[in-house]
């Protein structure tokens, strides 16, 4: 929670708040969930950072996780599976 001080008055930041309900859940207010453009469905990585402070991410998928792994364009040429398993274990 942040707190400012100015001489002697204390004022404290507007911060959206939520309840914990009984089954541990917590919702997240509408003017975040719209700042974020927050859909339903989306998974949310939680993360404890203190005794007082936890931290939600949003986990972004990848569309196409095979295209980021191996590219878009085709490897020039083909490599057989015995040729990967003798240099593997020439290592």
Do not use: C, N
């Amino acid at each position: 929670m942040l707190i400012f001080q100015h001489t002697d008055i204390f004022l404290m930041e507007e911060m959206a708040r939520t309840k914990v309900t009984d089954k541990f859940q917590v919702t997240i207010p509408r003017q975040i969930r719209e700042q974020m453009g927050l859909k339903p469905g989306e998974v949310i990585v939680v993360e404890s950072l203190s005794e007082e402070e936890i931290l939600l991410k949003r986990f972004r998928r990848v569309k196409a996780p095979l295209k980021v792994l191996i590219g878009e364009k085709p490897f020039p040429h083909h490599v057989p599976v015995e040729e990967l398993e003798e240099k593997v274990e020439t290592r």
